[in-house]
């Protein structure tokens, strides 16, 4: 089965800064869409950013997405509530959800999760280590114990979210802290995998671990059939006695 994906990047910092734009030249999604259809066998991708009509994610869009991935980090403030409640919808209904690095602090993810979100970080490139935590799980196939990004911005814990369903990836920095950054989460028919890397101003997306991972946690997000949901006032299946209300 084709997997529809949508990779939807606020596409500000390529705008604004030069080394951001020359280390990104087709910008954050078109890295990372390109990224999955290098490594995901049967795969459909469109791209969407903010500056577009709706910012790329129409009804119509969302409708034809099976796994929406997001990249955020200034820019989270101006993306209109009607989207992110539309996004919020999306998931509830059995679209996956793959938010990245500062993609945490959008208004979907923080909405669905229900918390500030909030973290520890610091600036400037140092080490992480990420650790395989859960190397059953599918999103870590074809990886080894740990990989490493060799420079990068730093995210601490405590993590102001939700005890997780699955914690994939734990890193470690070359300061000390340690992250939990690989969550995985269930809302309503949803599949939600929040992953930590991806700050701008490092060639991350480039890294075949990373894009390894991500086209995992595509795969993994994508929506199954499952059984047909009913809601609202159903009739009995069976035959009711009534005589005991008599």
Not at 39 to 47: G, L, M
Not at 98 to 107: D, E, R, W
Request: proline share 6%.
């Amino acid at each position: 089965m084709t997997i529809r994906v949508t990779v939807w990047n606020e596409n500000v910092h390529e705008q604004e800064s030069e080394s951001v734009a020359e280390r990104y030249p087709e910008g954050i999604h078109g890295a990372v869409a390109a990224g999955l259809e290098e490594d995901v066998v049967d795969v459909e991708v469109r791209t969407a950013t903010l500056q577009e009509p709706e910012h790329g994610l129409t009804e119509d869009v969302l409708a034809e997405t099976d796994v929406l991935v997001w990249w955020s980090h200034c820019a989270n403030h101006e993306v209109a509530d009607d989207v992110a409640d539309r996004v919020v919808d999306r998931v509830h209904e059995g679209m996956g959800f793959v938010p990245l690095h500062s993609g945490k602090n959008s208004k979907p993810f923080k909405r669905l999760m229900g918390t500030t979100c909030n973290i520890k970080y610091r600036h400037g490139g140092e080490t992480e280590r990420i650790w395989v935590a859960d190397p059953g799980h599918p999103i870590a196939d074809g990886l080894e114990g740990f990989f490493e990004i060799p420079s990068t911005e730093m995210y601490g814990e405590p993590y102001d979210v939700p005890e997780p369903d699955r914690t994939v990836f734990i890193s470690w920095f070359e300061g000390g802290e340690v992250f939990r950054s690989g969550l995985c989460y269930r809302r309503g028919r949803g599949r939600i995998f929040a992953f930590r890397p991806g700050h701008e101003e490092y060639p991350i997306f480039y890294q075949d671990e990373v894009k390894q991972v991500i086209a995992n946690a595509v795969e993994w997000a994508a929506p199954t059939e499952g059984a047909e949901a009913v809601w609202g006032e159903s009739e009995p299946i069976e035959s009711i006695d009534s005589s005991a209300d008599e």
